[in-house]
């Protein structure tokens, strides 16, 4: 009998011992401008409830929201990015959730690094609209996906 907190098949996710570790379950979210609106961007809280949703699903508890809102993924100094590979980097982290790839960065190099950094310290990334999901050891893909996604940023994006 499957896990009771895999919603699709057992090998989506890991099992409920590993998820309480102690270690944080980030969810990432990134918009490149803001829509206007003062305070937080409208694509930023849409991104929130979607990963907010997908983690209940999944049973995924106590997301950690790191929001960059209004910056390029062109750019590495944002501080909710910065704050993610620092996390990283010290071993504090189970999960990366995001919408999609894009999200992270567009700098595919980039990007590449720090996926085979998430791989290295044992983080589990999800992009749920790419249905890219390192728990299921089928991300083959993931640096095509990775590619495609940076091919639809002009560099010269603020």
């Given at each position: 009998m499957p896990d009771p907190?895999?919603?699709a098949r057992e090998t989506d996710c890991r099992n409920e011992a590993d998820m309480n570790n102690g270690k944080l379950k980030i969810a990432y979210e990134r918009l490149s401008r803001d829509d206007e609106q003062q305070g937080e961007s409208n694509s930023i809280t849409n991104q929130k409830m979607l990963l907010e949703d997908y983690a209940a699903r999944h049973g995924i508890a106590d997301l950690t929201?790191?929001?960059?809102?209004s910056w390029s993924g062109t750019r590495w100094d944002r501080p909710g990015i910065v704050k993610l590979i620092a996390e990283v980097e010290n071993g504090n982290v189970e999960i990366c959730l995001v919408?999609?790839?894009?999200?992270?960065?567009?700098d595919h190099p980039r990007v590449g690094l720090l996926l085979e950094q998430f791989r290295e310290?044992?983080?589990w990334y999800i992009a749920i609209n790419d249905n890219v999901d390192?728990?299921?050891?089928?991300?083959d893909f993931t640096p095509f996906r990775?590619?495609?996604?940076?091919?639809?940023?002009?560099?010269?994006?603020p």
């Amino acid at each position: 009998m499957p896990d009771p907190i895999c919603a699709a098949r057992e090998t989506d996710c890991r099992n409920e011992a590993d998820m309480n570790n102690g270690k944080l379950k980030i969810a990432y979210e990134r918009l490149s401008r803001d829509d206007e609106q003062q305070g937080e961007s409208n694509s930023i809280t849409n991104q929130k409830m979607l990963l907010e949703d997908y983690a209940a699903r999944h049973g995924i508890a106590d997301l950690t929201h790191l929001v960059d809102d209004s910056w390029s993924g062109t750019r590495w100094d944002r501080p909710g990015i910065v704050k993610l590979i620092a996390e990283v980097e010290n071993g504090n982290v189970e999960i990366c959730l995001v919408k999609d790839m894009s999200r992270i960065g567009r700098d595919h190099p980039r990007v590449g690094l720090l996926l085979e950094q998430f791989r290295e310290r044992g983080v589990w990334y999800i992009a749920i609209n790419d249905n890219v999901d390192t728990a299921r050891n089928d991300d083959d893909f993931t640096p095509f996906r990775n590619i495609m996604s940076g091919m639809g940023c002009p560099r010269h994006e603020p």
